[in-house]
C-alpha cells in the first residue's frame, strides 16, 4: 500500500504510467514478458528490438510478492531468474522470435515480497538480491 499510494502521488504531478501485477504460485516469465508488450510500446534501435513506454515520459511496472512462485527442482525461481536478466542485461529474448528485445530506461520495475518465513513464499536467491536495490519496511 505504501508503494501504490506514493506512485499515486508521484503521478498526480507528472506523466507516470503505473502497471500492476499481482504474483500467484504459477506465475512465471512469460507472464511478465506478456504484460511487458501490453504496457509498452513496441520500436527498433539500431540493435534490434526495444520497448518503450506507451503515451507516457516513465513507465513502471509493479510486481506485487515476486517470492510466491514455487521454486523448481532445483531451488530456482523462474521469475526471479527472468527479472536478474531484465535488470542485469536491460532486456530479454523473446520466446516467440528468439531475439534480445532491450528495455528502454524511462521503464522500470518495482516489486514487494513478505519474509520467506510467512506461508507459501520463497527465499529470493543472492544473485538476484545482488543486482537490486532493497529498502526493508
Known amino acids: 500500500m505504501l508503494i501504490r499510494e506514493a506512485f499515486t502521488e508521484i503521478r498526480k ?3 507516470i504510467n503505473f502497471a500492476t501485477m499481482y504474483c500467484n504460485s504459477q506465475t512465471n516469465a512469460g507472464h511478465v514478458i506478456q504484460k511487458l508488450y501490453q504496457i509498452c510500446a513496441k520500436g527498433s534501435a ?18 506485487k510478492d515476486i ?21 542485469s ?3 530479454f529474448y523473446d520466446p516467440a522470435s528468439l531475439e534480445f528485445v532491450q528495455l528502454d530506461d524511462k521503464v522500470q520495475v518495482v516489486v514487494s515480497m513478505f519474509p520467506p518465513s510467512a506461508l507459501g513464499r520463497s527465499a529470493l536467491t ?3 538480491t ?6 526493508s519496511i
Not at 47 to 59: D, Y
Not at 130 to 135: F, G, M, P, S
Open 13 to 15: 504531478h507528472s506523466k
Open 46 to 63: 539500431g540493435s534490434g528490438k526495444i520497448l518503450r513506454p506507451k503515451e507516457c515520459a516513465r513507465q513502471i511496472i509493479f510486481l
Open 67 to 87: 517470492n510466491l512462485p514455487k521454486p523448481d527442482k532445483y531451488q530456482t525461481v523462474q521469475l526471479a531468474s527472468f527479472l536478474q536478466q531484465l535488470i
Open 89 to 91: 542485461h536491460r532486456g
Open 126 to 128: 543472492p544473485r538476484f
Open 130 to 135: 545482488a543486482v537490486v536495490r532493497i529498502l
